[in-house]
């Protein structure tokens, strides 16, 4: 079948093994100093290595490739769990024995252990992040309304009104079915503590990405915000921001992306001050 899927160019790999770790099915290893994509099976193609790789060694491309197996992924990362297990065991055997040899032990019990660390994380990192759709019934999917001035009191029990995973900047690929036409809500991690009716007035009807631009890296934000918006029909954006100053990075961020993108569509920016009231 014809289908994305990751190209690695070994000509420009270091072999810093960061796609390894970023890759949650484990389709890529390190081999002979170069990253290497296993087989077609293991690749679903959206391509969660791509941002981490420091040298653009990688790319998705379209071309005949199997399908993507998602069993075949589990009964992978289970054996490279049971694998990764018994050389953690032998490990701490060799660790008892080396009685008082402990510097050349020690020595080779921590290079053992980076390398067990790429090997954890190149079975999945955190399986968690994996992108994916959630279907909401009809009711809890209504279009877009116009975000609210007051906090409306809420008598019945609130649905979650989210419509996929992952939510954080740093972990969204731009490449994810969600963002096509979406609306995108762009959210300040507090602001969802803060204001009580978030999912109803915020999330429902948006795909949603949050941050925190006081303790995470705003350029980055700008940088893949902007790629989401070129690789995607973007509808609307949305800003919801916190009143403290800090949290005006957020804003710039998405701002930069629309201009960096050469995409400006249909904008709006909400404030929530820390006592969870709308400012505006």
Known sequence: MKRSIIHIHEELCNGCALCVDACHEGAIEIVDGKAVLISDIYCDGLGACLPNCPTGAIEILEREAEAFDEAAVEERIAIMKREEALKQQSQSRGTIHAGGQHSHHEHAGHHGH?????GHHGMGGCPGSMARKI??????????????????VDAGAPASELQQWPVQISLVNPSASFFQDAHLLV??????????RFHQDFIRGRITVIGCPKLDDNAFYAEKLAVILKQNNIQSITVVRMSVPCCGGIVQAVKQAMLSS??????????VGIDGQLIS
């Open 114 to 118: 980076q390398h067990g660390q790429h």
């Open 262 to 271: 050469q995409t400006i569509v249909p904008y709006q920016e909400v404030t």
């Open 135 to 152: 279907e909401r019934p009809a009711a809890a999917s209504a279009p877009v309304q116009e975000s609210p001035k007051t906090a409306p």
């Open 187 to 196: 959210a300040a991690d507090c602001t969802a503590f803060a204001y009580a």
